[in-house]
């Protein structure tokens, strides 16, 4: 994105479009999935801002869960500045804690593979994308451990190389956590959780209110 001489207040894009740039707030964008108890399979996928509403009971997700308003896409006449992915494991489902034991093979058996329509963004171990809010700290249960999935600071998070700028007209935002088989390992065997699990995805940077001045695709 590059200001436009002569133009204060606007930028453009790669794709040859021009925005008028209004007021910018802090805002990540964030999406939350239910991986069910049990064995997490081999090759297993958790696909994200997709399914915004219950498609049984047409129930929406609320913003505890997600703020997107369309599937994969931002709202219209906003531009969103992407600086880091983060990736976590909310710490209760309902009246259940989440198991640090739970948390740690989650985190231990799940890639991130971020995309922009059809443009690699970010890849690689769940590890590597911190959802730098926590979970952090001790626990006294039961299967009592330190969890961390970096500490609960967005400042920890590491940065995408450079940032990325989406708005809500052609960008599709393609987010998945991809359960790793290890079939390299003769020995490796398929991690267990006991109970159900919150995993949300999270794209961190700011948000801005935008026009369309021209410009062309």
Same mark, same amino acid.
Not at 9 to 18: A, I, M, N, P, Y
Not at 105 to 127: H, R, W, Y
Not at 140 to 147: C, P, Q
Not at 160 to 179: H, K, P
């Given at each position: 994105?590059?200001?436009?001489?002569?133009?204060?207040?606007?930028?453009?894009?790669?794709?040859?479009?021009?925005?008028?740039?209004?007021?910018?707030?802090?805002?990540?964008?964030? #999406?939350?999935?239910?991986?069910?108890?049990?064995?997490?399979?081999? #090759?297993?996928?958790?696909?994200?801002?997709?399914?915004?509403?219950?498609?049984?009971?047409?129930?929406?997700?609320?913003?505890?869960?997600?703020?997107?308003?369309?599937?994969?896409?931002?709202?219209?006449?906003?531009?969103?500045? /992407? !600086?880091?992915?983060?990736?976590?494991?909310? #710490?209760?489902?309902?009246?259940?804690?989440?198991?640090?034991? #739970?948390?740690?093979?989650?985190?231990?058996?799940?890639?991130? !593979?971020?995309?922009?329509?059809?443009?690699?963004?970010a890849q690689g171990p769940v590890t590597f994308y911190p959802g730098g809010?926590?979970?952090?700290?001790?626990?006294?249960?039961?299967?009592?451990?330190?969890?961390?999935?970096?500490?609960?600071?967005?400042?920890?998070? /590491?940065?995408?190389?450079e940032s990325v700028w989406v708005t809500g007209e052609g960008y599709v935002?393609?987010?998945?956590? /991809?359960?790793?088989?290890?079939?390299? !390992?003769?020995?490796?065997?398929?991690?267990?959780?006991?109970?159900?699990?919150?995993?949300?995805?999270?794209?961190?940077?700011?948000?801005?209110?935008?026009?369309?001045?021209?410009?062309?695709?």
């Amino acid at each position: 994105m590059e200001a436009v001489p002569g133009e204060p207040g606007v930028v453009q894009l790669s794709d040859g479009r021009k925005y008028e740039i209004g007021e910018g707030h802090l805002q990540p964008v964030f #999406d939350e999935q239910a991986l069910a108890l049990g064995t997490i399979a081999a #090759d297993q996928k958790l696909t994200f801002f997709t399914n915004l509403i219950n498609e049984t009971t047409g129930v929406p997700k609320g913003l505890v869960s997600c703020n997107l308003k369309k599937p994969r896409q931002i709202d219209s006449g906003t531009l969103q500045r /992407i !600086d880091r992915v983060g990736t976590s494991v909310v #710490d209760v489902y309902g009246n259940t804690l989440t198991l640090g034991a #739970d948390m740690r093979k989650l985190l231990a058996s799940f890639a991130c !593979d971020f995309k922009i329509n059809k443009i690699e963004i970010a890849q690689g171990p769940v590890t590597f994308y911190p959802g730098g809010y926590g979970p952090y700290g001790m626990t006294n249960e039961s299967d009592a451990s330190v969890i961390t999935n970096g500490v609960p600071n967005p400042a920890a998070q /590491i940065g995408l190389e450079e940032s990325v700028w989406v708005t809500g007209e052609g960008y599709v935002l393609n987010m998945e956590l /991809i359960a790793s088989n290890r079939g390299w !390992d003769a020995s490796a065997v398929r991690p267990v959780t006991v109970n159900r699990a919150y995993v949300r995805t999270e794209l961190h940077g700011f948000q801005f209110a935008a026009a369309t001045v021209g410009g062309s695709h």
